[in-house]
């Protein structure tokens, strides 16, 4: 839901949500990288590289490795 959210735009309501699934799966790297995205879109890239650094370290699947090493290279 809070991808969805970021996908229509609503970046408050994405960060509420994705900070909150953050904070209570910190291991769950997708949760980690959509919130990276979400603070992206909002204008923290700083701590967007630190989520997605985070997310890393989660042991992401290749797919989604590849994905969140792309953003970093972005910011």
Known sequence: ????????GQTEAALRLLAGLSQKQPDQPLFRYHYALALIQQGDRAKAKL???????????SNLRERITSSLKQL
Not at 1 to 8: H, K
Not at 51 to 61: I, V
């Open 1 to 8: 839901l809070g991808y969805a959210y970021l996908q229509r």
């Open 51 to 61: 989520e997605l650094e985070a997310a890393l370290r989660g042991k992401p699947s």
